[in-house]
Structure formats: C-alpha cells, structure tokens
C-alpha cells in the first residue's frame, strides 16, 4: 500500500490546481492500493472546514475517498464511526478520537459540548465530563 499525504487528497476534492488534480487522477486510476493515516483525514477535514466548505460538502467529499476501489484508508471501522458522529453533529475531531478509542472503558474530557453530544448519541466509549475545580 502507499500512504498519501492530506495536500493529494485536498487536490482531489478541491479541484483548484487542474494540473495537480490530473496529476492526482492519473495516480489514483493506477493499479495499485492507496491509504492515509487517520491524522490525514483529521487534517483533511480541518482544510475542507477552513475552505469553509459546509459540513454536507465533507461528508460528501469523505464519502467519494471511501467509494474509490483502490483507497483503503486506516483504521476504517473507526473512521466510519466518526463519519457517522460528524454527520450528527458533533466535531469530526472529537468524533475521531471517540472512534479510535473504541474498546477503551471511557473517555475522559472537559469539553462539556463534547460530552453533551456523545451522550446524545449513546457513544461507545461513553464521554464522562471532568468538572472543573474551583479555587
């Protein structure tokens, strides 16, 4: 397999740079298998979200990624719990370190948002809130 890098992908969905986004089609129409590490998919959503693409326009350019034959990207399963967290609303961030923390007893936070959201969505692992100390 060969990893690529969060700047290939962006070119992919973008389109804004016709002769990197042919050089990136001709790339992915070969025979061989690609991949990217889940911190590429975080950053690619961080770009997207920066280009102030809506949150539909996301899921729609993750969703095209995943339907390419030859694009296997990490951690799948939880990249596709993540996907379907994003889709309900919460942060793609959050929703990916909930995902990749699968298996995990809880998962610990101060972001109340966060915990509301996760405890709306029955999230496995469930998010406890810290409360904050007061001094």
Not at 31 to 57: G, K, N
Not at 68 to 81: G, Q, R, T, V
Not at 115 to 130: I, R
């Amino acid at each position: 397999m060969i990893a690529l890098d969060t700047n290939i992908l962006v070119r992919l969905l973008l389109n804004d740079d016709a002769a990197q986004c042919k050089q990136v089609r001709e790339l992915l129409n070969r025979s061989e298998t690609y991949t990217a590490p889940t911190t590429v998919m975080l950053e690619l959503v961080w770009v997207l979200e920066s280009e102030d693409f809506s949150r539909d326009e996301i899921l729609q350019g993750l969703r095209t990624l995943l339907g390419l034959p030859n694009f296997k990207p990490k951690s799948l399963d939880a990249l596709c719990h993540a996907i379907k967290w994003y889709e309900s609303g919460m942060d793609f961030g959050d929703a990916l370190h909930l995902a990749l923390s699968e298996g995990d007893e809880a998962f610990i936070t101060f972001d109340k948002a966060f915990g509301k959201v996760a405890t709306k969505y029955d999230t496995t692992p469930a998010v406890q809130v810290l409360r904050r100390s007061v001094k």
